[in-house]
Structure formats: C-alpha cells, structure tokens
C-alpha cells in the first residue's frame, strides 16, 4: 500500500493525511508539483512512524467500543 503524501500533526490527538495534494487559500501543495513543508504539512515518501503509532491507537480504540457493544 502506497503510504506517500502529505501529513500534519494537528494535535496529539489528530492527523491528517492527503495523498495527493493540499488546496488552501495562501498556498497548493501537490504531488507532482510544489512539496515544501508549510503550515505543519510535510510530504513523506512513507507514513511517518508518529503517525502510524496515532492511526494503530484509534483503530484499537475503535474495537474496544465494538467489542463493547
């Protein structure tokens, strides 16, 4: 699985993930474009480890409450 794109750690208890490119009013990020490190987005060639550690701890969260449930 292609892992590659841009992340932002927007708190420690949020990421967000664009594989291909970041529209915002100031600035685009793409790609096959632009890639400079801007308002907290980084491009990665491969899912930052802070980042899978985030995405595994709320997939275990979520089948906790399933279970639960």
């Given at each position: 699985m292609d892992t590659s794109g841009?992340?932002?750690k927007?708190?420690?208890s949020e990421w967000w993930f664009a594989p291909n490119f970041v529209y915002y009013k100031d600035y685009t990020l793409e790609r096959e474009?632009?890639?400079?490190p801007i308002d907290g987005w980084e491009w990665h060639d491969k899912a930052p480890i802070e980042?899978?550690?985030w995405e595994?701890?709320?997939i275990n969260k979520i089948?906790?409450?399933?279970k639960l449930n």
């Open positions: 841009f992340y932002k927007v708190s420690d474009g632009n890639r400079e980042y899978i550690e595994n701890n709320e089948n906790k409450y399933e």
